[in-house]
Nanobody, 123 residues
Framework: VQLQAFGGGLVQPGGSLTLSCAAS????????IGWFRQAPGKEREGVSC????????YYADSVEGRFTIARDDDRKMVYLQLSSLEPEDTAVYYC?????????????????WGQGTQVTVSS
């Protein structure tokens, strides 16, 4: 049972990037998957989440309208498309599984984490 996050990189302000989270050992239909990020010296914060089941979606206010989350149950993948990127989006991004169908707001509610992928927004 694991998650692997990848797809980070260096991008200019205003640019786009797509992060991927590959799940193995469990079905995405039964668990919420969240994306979190942590910048140096800051607390880990929730960015977006897609629930299991019906796939309800949530975004943090800071990324609403710029980021898009999507879930592919057959491929066991969760994607986070980042657009209109700002330097403030620079962070290590993590995907995580919550042991429930519904999303939770705190990173403490998630029990399985991917290794993180660095996103750097800079000119």
């Amino acid at each position: 049972v694991q998650l692997q996050a990848f797809g980070g990189g260096l991008v200019q302000p205003g640019g786009s990037l797509t992060l991927s989270c590959a799940a193995s050992g469990f079905s995405l239909r039964y668990y919420a998957i969240g994306w979190f990020r942590q910048a140096p010296g800051k607390e880990r914060e929730g960015v977006s989440c897609v629930s299991g089941g019906d796939g309800n979606i949530y975004y943090a206010d800071s990324v609403e309208g710029r980021f898009t989350i999507a879930r592919d149950d057959d491929r066991k993948m969760v994607y986070l498309q980042l657009s209109s990127l700002e330097p403030e989006d620079t962070a290590v991004y993590y995907c995580a599984k919550r042991p429930y169908i519904l999303c939770g707001s705190s990173f403490t509610q998630y029990d399985l984490w991917g290794q993180g992928t660095q996103v750097t927004v800079s000119s």
